[in-house]
């Protein structure tokens, strides 16, 4: 159906003339969605993702890191703990659609053989089709 008054609802702004999808972040690596399976499980009803770089610090480990590091870990245990620690956050500040999730993780800098302190922030916000999202990142990503 056609617009009877166009000029009420058009964008003082123009026309959009570019847009990246939360789809178009996932496809670049950009974002890394979590298993649908993993975050359920995890108590989440929504999906989420964690920004490359919030993979990258607090996730993401290889055979080459347990090599490396003096205590072995796995990704999918780094996973849990960034979910585990991001919904007891989330269950603190009820109704908050940003709020900032501390945890300890053992850095993969090839030496550190205990977990330091890491700061990430979760936001819930509109996906792609204006349902609910999770991201999680760190502190300084938007």
């Not at 890394?32 to 989440?44: D, L, N, Q, R, T």
């Not at 989330?90 to 330091?116: I, W």
């Not at 792609?128 to 991201?135: A, E, H, N, R, Y």
Request: glycine share 6%; with cysteine.
């Amino acid at each position: 159906m056609r617009d009877p008054n166009p000029s009420e609802t058009a964008s003082p702004f123009g026309p959009v003339i570019s847009a990246y999808s939360r789809a178009d972040a996932i496809a670049d690596g950009v974002l890394v969605p979590v298993p649908e399976s993993i975050a359920k499980e995890a108590g989440f009803r929504f999906p989420v993702a964690l920004t490359s770089a919030a993979w990258a610090d607090c996730v993401k480990w290889t055979d080459a890191d347990s090599e490396a590091q003096p205590t072995p870990q796995d990704e999918t245990g780094r996973l849990w703990d960034v979910l585990y620690v991001t919904a007891h956050a989330m269950k603190k500040a009820p109704g908050d659609r940003e709020f900032e999730v501390r945890l300890y993780r053992v850095p993969r800098d090839g030496s550190t053989g205990h977990a330091k302190p890491a700061r990430l922030k979760s936001v819930i916000g509109p996906g792609d089709d204006l349902s609910p999202v999770i991201t999680i990142m760190c502190p300084d990503e938007s």
